[in-house]
């Protein structure tokens, strides 16, 4: 039995939504449908359990922390760790992009306007229209305000309107 990080309190997982919290796959229900209950009747949702480890208890802001610490303090195999830093990737193509992208910093795509340098060619064609075109395709709903990305917009309506601090 497990216990919850929030609430100290067992949460019952079933054999299915322990599999999905490891090992998620396509064909696994929709991320909000996933849940667990606790003793207590409440329901935990599988955000507030994503990156905490099932043996221990340890929580990790990033997936790839947590694989990396599965299979360095659980021997869990099928992991694929990187050889520069504390990050765990279940596919070797995602091993070998963090590795191009952090550590090699390979950046195909440069901006002919500044220094600016990206991996995908999409993230410099948003670059390009946000902040030298200073398009803001983004507009808040409950206010008008516009934004030039997206998660500037959803921060803004997070912070403003629903009254949450920045996480």
Same mark, same amino acid.
């Given at each position: ?30 991320? $909000? ?52 830093? $504390? ?41 390009? $229209? ?38």
């Amino acid at each position: 039995m497990s216990v919850s990080l929030e609430t100290k309190k067992p949460v019952i997982m079933t054999k299915m939504t322990l599999d999905f919290l490891v090992t998620p796959s396509f064909d696994s229900p929709a991320i $909000s449908d996933v849940s667990v209950q606790t003793s207590s009747e409440s329901t935990l949702t599988f955000s507030e359990l994503k990156n905490s480890c099932l043996e221990c208890h340890d929580s990790f802001s990033f997936k790839a922390s947590l694989l990396f610490h599965l299979a360095q303090k659980h021997g869990a195999e099928g992991i694929i760790c990187c050889t520069h830093c $504390s990050l765990g990737f279940k596919r070797k193509s995602d091993q070998r992009k963090h590795n191009l992208t952090v550590h090699e910093r390979y950046r195909p795509f440069a901006c002919e306007s500044c220094k600016a340098s990206f991996y995908l060619k999409k993230d410099l064609v948003k670059h390009d $229209s946000s902040v030298h075109k200073k398009l803001k395709p983004f507009i808040c709903t409950l206010c008008g305000s516009k934004f030039g990305k997206k998660e500037h917009m959803t921060r803004h309506v997070r912070s403003v309107h629903e009254k949450k601090p920045r996480s």
